[in-house]
């Protein structure tokens, strides 16, 4: 760490750098404002290039170099951001990982080709955070980001006595919000699939990325390709829609297609089967193979998916639920699945979590189990009558949901509908009961059904009489 901190000299009198800083702290008054723009600064307009020649894979480039061209490798980008924020008179550094040992670099023997990779360690507010320059789009702030955990690093420091641990951030989420709402016909004809889909956290540093480099005429071929792979056909009804808050790190879009579902053959001739589509856990959590292993069993890590399936269908009458509630945990990993139906409505609400990101090789077997419960729990099959057209689309069918602020940046021309008096952050909403599904009726009290009768019958008493 001496040796490092010595060669990796921080520059004072970089004219450079001075500038930027100079620039960003007579735009942004605020000190954490200041820090998320320098971050952004080195994130998202320096290109991540990797140049090893002779000495290149353990010495920097100078920051004014950097700065200049807005291209560099890890070490490069993470040392450019390091003497930018000590120009704010913010304690930083540059820290040694290895991304793939990880933790395991604690047991092993010091030695420069230990490490293959450089993160940034701040402290301001009272709060250390670590920031890696190489990935783009992220959100969350300067206190908030995501970075991937590597459980042990080396600090660039003089001071340095040890390997460091990254600081914990409470209350990050990964979410994955998944809500298919359909519009089920029987009778042959199209049937409406709308999709609202929600990220937050890692999910939606992808969308957003996939968003940068593509462009949203690529993402919205991408996204129609997925559902045409899904259902074996399909085209989009109307255009893609999203909202992107950087700040809180969320992303979120909606849009809806049109697909002629492949309904099964029923045993009873005026039924017909639709499985529904959950089979996409399968890709999520796979299921290990069915042999004595040696060696732990990786599971995805962080993942954290809520899949809402909604469907109305005029041919659904009398929907009769088997098991419509199941929960499957262990140490690793959490399911759960719930099952409401009614009139003309079914609706099913999957969660999925990781606990861990390895299963131990001595429950790996223990484990192949419970992954197959969770595959025949999170599949079901609805029977419906034939020959029903598909129900009318009600206001906010395939539309973006609303907030009750407006983010601090948005990514769609399309008009955001943002209604005060609605919630933040809504969920899905509660499944519809019968009487929700028929048109609003008058309710009469019980007591004024008697005197109408009593009424009645003296009326019929005096024409007779």
Not at 28 to 52: G, T, W
Request: hydrophobic share 40%; aromatic share 8%; proline share 7%.
């Amino acid at each position: 760490a001496v040796a490092i901190s010595n060669t990796w000299a921080v520059e004072d009198n970089d004219e450079i750098i001075t500038e930027i800083v100079k620039e960003v702290q007579s735009k942004e008054p605020d000190l954490s404002a200041r820090i998320e723009k320098l971050i952004q600064l080195v994130q998202d307009e320096c290109r991540y290039l990797s140049v090893n020649l002779e000495l290149g894979g353990y010495v920097p480039t100078p920051p004014t170099v950097v700065a200049r061209r807005r291209y560099g490798d890890c070490k490069d980008l993470s040392f450019l951001l390091v003497n930018l924020l000590r120009k704010l008179e913010i304690q930083a550094r540059p820290v040694l990982v290895n991304a793939f040992l990880k933790r395991t670099v604690g047991g092993l023997l010091p030695m420069p080709s230990l490490f293959n990779h450089v993160v940034v360690e701040f402290e301001a507010d009272g709060k250390k955070r670590w920031i890696d320059t190489t990935v783009k789009e992220q959100g969350g702030g300067p206190f908030n980001r995501l970075i991937q955990n590597y459980e042990l690093g080396l600090p660039v420091d003089a001071a340095a006595i040890g390997l460091i641990e990254p600081p914990l951030i409470p209350g990050q989420s990964n979410l994955f919000e998944l809500r298919e709402h359909f519009l089920l016909a029987s009778s042959g004809e199209p049937s409406l699939l709308a999709v609202t889909l929600k990220a937050a956290g890692s999910p939606a540093e992808g969308f957003r990325q996939q968003l940068r480099t593509g462009g949203l005429e690529e993402m919205t071929k991408q996204r129609l390709q997925a559902i045409v792979n899904r259902f074996g056909n399909g085209k989009r009804s109307g255009s893609l829609q999203y909202r992107d808050d950087r700040a809180a790190n969320q992303f979120v879009l909606a849009e809806v297609f049109e697909l002629k579902l492949i309904l099964s053959e029923h045993s009873n001739n005026k039924l017909c089967r639709f499985q529904m589509p959950g089979q996409w856990v399968a890709g999520v959590l796979a299921k290990p193979e069915n042999i004595a292993r040696r060696t732990p069993f990786a599971l995805p890590h962080p993942c954290q998916i809520a899949y809402v399936f909604d469907v109305d269908a005029p041919a659904l009458q009398r929907t009769r639920l088997d098991d419509p509630r199941s929960n499957l945990s262990s140490q690793f990993v959490q399911f759960s699945r719930n099952d409401k139906a009614g009139h003309e409505y079914f609706f099913m609400n999957l969660s999925l979590t990781t606990n861990a990101d390895f299963v131990p090789a001595d429950q790996v077997e223990k484990h192949r189990q419970l992954v197959e419960q969770i595959w025949r729990a999170s599949s079901r099959e609805l029977s419906m009558l034939k020959g029903y057209s598909r129900a009318r689309q009600k206001r906010g069918f395939g539309e973006l949901p609303v907030f009750a602020a407006k983010p601090a940046s948005t990514g769609t021309s399309v008009p955001m509908g943002y209604v005060p008096e609605t919630v933040s952050n809504p969920g899905p909403p509660p499944p519809r009961r019968h009487h929700e599904r028929r048109h609003h009726r008058m309710k009469i009290p019980w007591w004024s059904i008697g005197i109408g009768f009593a009424i009645i019958i003296r009326l019929l008493f005096s024409a007779f009489k």
